[in-house]
């Protein structure tokens, strides 16, 4: 019997965020339970940043190799939610200038398909700056839900997403651009946020898509691929756990980035206990990995050139709060 995937795929997630390597202020026991029941490899490499490692993962081509795609535009949909672009004058553009690979054009979902499994794709975009519903089922998933747009893809309240292609409106979420966060400015050291416009979160949304393509496949096999947004920045999380609420070391801010990780921690430990419930996790093998290195969301700079804490002292990411990050982004 073929095994079920499902493939998490987190976004700009250090391991050192995980309490499995080090992690001091904050515990992650489910991403820990997959290190401790699983193998961990330890010795990979991936790129500096999150739109080619995506394609890289779709096609196992190595970003490195110049080229080998030409990007389309991110924004597009930022565009159709301020009514500058009308949705088939959006897909006319994608469709016409997306990401196209040389050579045969396989795709990770297309070999599932190809060796029979249903394959389903749950949240960020599969890879670029923008799709659509006809390039990624060309790319070979038989169900897809979420964002289409990269730089939509920074705010976790989406005025829409997509299933398979259609639009499907999120009441109660205003902002073009998804509710993004702020690097700044800073109020007394933090981030003041506004909750207007902002009412249904993303990673919700994909959890209950979740939970329904595992039970709609409960008689598999399945591949289900789910690239999370989290804990990209800039950081927002509206209620902050407990586990940080009060702890004296962290900003709020910091309290804000701990919590998108354990939101997303929330989110491994869901699908761990629905695959116990439907007696499928004997039958499953889950791949967890980031797309790229840990970048700080809490900085006072919005890029990592000078990385440096609110208190304006650099991060070393060794010794610092959260320590060991797997890799900043310089230059």
């Known amino acids: 019997m073929k095994p079920n995937i499902i493939y998490i795929y987190a976004d700009d997630l250090g391991h050192g965020m995980?309490?499995?390597?080090?992690?001091?202020q904050f515990t992650t026991p489910n991403m820990d339970r997959l290190a401790k029941e699983g193998i961990r490899c330890t010795r990979a490499y991936g790129t500096a940043f999150c739109a080619p490692a995506r394609?890289?993962?779709?096609?196992?081509?190595?970003?490195?190799?110049?080229?080998?795609?030409?990007?389309?535009?991110?924004?597009v949909y930022l565009e159709v939610a301020e009514g500058r672009l009308s949705l088939s004058d959006a897909y006319e553009l994608i469709n016409n200038t997306g990401i196209r690979p040389t050579g045969e054009g396989q795709?990770?979902?297309s070999v599932a398909q190809k060796a029979g499994y249903a394959t389903g794709q749950i949240g960020k975009l599969e890879w670029g700056f923008a799709t659509s519903g006809e390039e990624i089922r060309?790319?070979?998933?038989?169900?897809?839900?979420?964002?289409?747009?990269?730089?939509q893809c920074h705010g976790f309240y989406p005025p829409f997403l997509f299933e398979n292609g259609t639009l499907c409106e999120i009441p109660g979420n205003t902002h073009a651009d998804c509710g993004k966060g702020s690097y700044g400015p800073?109020?007394?050291?933090?981030?003041?946020?506004?909750?207007?416009?902002r009412k249904v979160y993303s990673?919700?949304?994909f959890d209950q898509k979740i939970l329904d393509f595992l039970r709609s496949h409960k008689y598999g096999p399945f591949f289900l691929y789910h690239p999370t947004q989290l804990p990209h920045g800039p950081a927002y999380y509206p209620d902050v756990f407990p586990e940080v609420a009060n702890n004296p070391n962290l900003t709020q801010v910091e309290k804000e980035f701990a919590s998108m990780v354990l939101r997303l921690d929330q989110t491994v430990g869901l699908i761990l206990n629905a695959l116990d419930e439907l007696g499928l996790t004997e039958k499953t093998l889950i791949l967890f990995s980031s797309d790229n290195g840990h970048h700080p969301t809490y900085e006072q700079v919005g890029r990592c050139q000078s990385t440096r804490d609110l208190q304006g002292n650099p991060l070393d990411q060794v010794t610092t709060k959260f320590l060991m990050a797997m890799m900043v982004l310089q230059g």
Not at 18 to 24: A, H, N, R, T, V
Not at 55 to 75: E, Y
């Open 203 to 205: 990673q919700n949304l």
């Open 55 to 75: 394609a890289s993962l779709l096609t196992g081509m190595h970003d490195a190799h110049a080229g080998r795609w030409t990007f389309n535009k991110a924004g």
């Open 107 to 109: 795709y990770l979902a």
């Open 186 to 197: 800073f109020v007394n050291g933090e981030v003041a946020h506004d909750p207007e416009g």
């Open 18 to 24: 995980l309490s499995c390597y080090g992690q001091k």
């Open 138 to 151: 060309r790319h070979g998933w038989n169900y897809h839900y979420g964002y289409y747009d990269h730089l």
